[in-house]
């Protein structure tokens, strides 16, 4: 059974940083690309960013280019998503997935970025 467990969410102010972790079982992680999506309140999802299965090729959405790094720990079946200089417009519910359109995502953890 595919299970993805995110992790790591709070509240933090302008500028601060969070790191996420996704835990996930049930599948072959090593061999899958892995995104993070995010849904803001009242928004749509949105991709944020994935990762290749060897962790070398990496890509971003434009809004969090430069400001958020995904990393993958293959031998924990762990994917991180380090967030620095947060915003306000960063806020919303973290989700790890197996495809672009978050199929499968988990419960998804809460990032409020606020003063």
């Known amino acids: 059974q595919v299970k993805l467990v995110e992790s790591g969410g709070g509240l933090v102010q302008p500028g601060g940083s969070l790191r996420l972790s996704c835990a996930a079982s049930g599948f072959a992680f090593d061999i899958d690309y892995m995104h993070w999506v995010r849904q803001a309140p009242g928004k749509e999802l949105e991709w944020v960013s994935q990762?290749?299965?060897?962790?070398?090729?990496?890509s971003y959405a434009d809004s969090v280019k430069g400001r958020f790094e995904i990393s993958r720990d293959d031998a924990k079946k762990t994917l991180y998503l380090q967030m620095n200089s947060l915003k306000s417009e960063d806020t919303a519910v973290y989700y790890c997935?197996?495809?672009?359109?978050?199929?499968?995502r988990g419960q998804g953890t809460q990032v409020i970025v606020s003063s």
């Open positions: 997935a197996r495809d672009m359109q978050g199929t499968g």
């Open positions: 990762i290749s299965p060897n962790g070398v090729l990496r």
